[in-house]
């Protein structure tokens, strides 16, 4: 078995970075969108040009954005969508509602402290995981049944 897998959500820790180097030699596709936080931010402007307005400057590159997120969320068998800890990750939240409104398996991570505000998004999801290990160890049972 393959699995492909999104990672989304919060970019100011190394979580993504704690899986995929947990799962190095596994049979898993990693995605995610653009992490580094001044691309995410200026690819509209860089790309179609200089935006006096700052609505429209984020506007531009939130919908550049979107395409990549899109096609990455539908290209997944697997999406995980991490809230970090300021929980009022917007991205984050459409993502998780996206990739519930397509059926895909959706794993949440986020600090037991958020149960409360996330519950209705945790609701959604296959899985609530408080650590990139545990992931790492539900991917695990996904592709060979091993119990950590």
């Known amino acids: 078995m393959h699995l492909k897998v999104y990672l989304s959500g919060e970019i100011h820790t190394d ?7 947990s799962c190095v030699g596994k049979n898993i596709t990693f995605m995610s969108p653009v992490t580094i936080h001044e691309s995410s931010d200026d690819c509209g402007v860089a790309i179609l040009g200089d ?11 939130a919908k550049i ?7 990455g969320i539908e290209d997944a ?6 809230f970090g800890e300021k929980y009022k990750q917007w991205n984050a939240a459409f993502d998780a509602g996206y990739a ?21 998004i945790d609701a959604a999801a296959l899985a609530v995981a408080e650590t990139p290990q545990q992931i790492v160890q539900i991917l695990n049972y996904v592709l060979e049944g091993t119990l950590p």
Do not use: M, Y
């Open 15 to 21: 979580w993504r970075q704690a899986i995929t180097q």
């Open 51 to 61: 935006e006096p307005n700052k609505f429209w400057h984020d506007h531009k590159s």
């Open 65 to 71: 954005n979107a395409i990549r997120t899109r096609k």
């Open 77 to 82: 068998d697997v999406v995980v969508v991490c």
């Open 100 to 120: 519930a409104a397509l059926g895909k398996s959706l794993i949440i991570l986020h600090q037991a402290e958020h149960q409360h505000p996330l519950k209705e």
